[in-house]
């Protein structure tokens, strides 16, 4: 399996936490080139926090340049973040901002779909509790990296500036049960492609 993880749910729980990873293949554009798996996992393996401490301040400097307000920032620093991480083509400007766009658009078309096709809503209690009882455990060097990076405690990236990544996982644990009756399967990947179709299909 690639390590870009095209399980939604593997992607954002080992924060893995940038949008290729959780975007569907057909919406990469042809000019761009991923580092090669063996790459991938050399990251994973030997990559220390000090090592993605020094990514993740590079990408945050490199953020600081675009002229972008929130929403829109925080997805072009996933973008750029997955860029370091996963891509061989160097993005221009142009590319960083269309990727990142659809990436936003996409996360709120993702749960418009299931909150208006399907009736799941979420509290914020039930999305603390996710996040409580998952990411604010993690040890993991990148996940506290990008904290310190941005300038954050683990709690504030995981209950703040990541919570939108936390809210999909917690709709996600509530529509598993109702795909898998609609499709009959209880296979995470093929439920999981079958929703992308639905969510692209709104964009057709």
């Not at 569907?24 to 220390?48: G, H, L, Y």
């Not at 990514?55 to 829109?72: G, Y």
Request: with cysteine; net charge negative.
């Amino acid at each position: 399996m690639p390590l870009r993880f095209h399980s939604f749910l593997l992607c954002t729980l080992v924060l893995v936490v940038f949008t290729a990873a959780c975007r569907p293949e057909a919406s990469q554009p042809e000019t761009i080139e991923m580092k090669s798996e063996e790459e991938q996992r050399q990251i994973v393996d030997d990559f220390t926090f000090d090592d993605y401490k020094n990514l993740f301040d590079d990408v945050i400097h490199e953020a600081n340049q675009f002229d972008v307000e929130d929403p829109l920032r925080k997805w072009v620093i996933r973008t750029l973040a997955e860029e370091q991480l996963y891509y061989e083509t160097d993005l221009t400007d142009a590319q960083v901002i269309a990727l990142s766009t659809e990436a936003m658009e996409q996360d709120v078309l993702w749960k418009t779909v299931a909150r208006e096709t399907y009736n799941i809503h979420v509290t914020d209690d039930e999305i603390d509790r996710f996040i409580e009882q998952g990411p604010d455990q993690s040890d993991l060097p990148i996940h506290l990296a990008y904290a310190s990076a941005l300038g954050l405690s683990l709690q504030e990236l995981n209950h703040q500036f990541d919570r939108d990544l936390y809210e999909k996982n917690t709709i996600w644990l509530r529509l598993i049960p109702v795909l898998e009756k609609k499709y009959e399967t209880t296979d995470n990947n093929k439920l999981v492609e079958r929703y992308e179709a639905e969510v692209n299909a709104q964009l057709d």
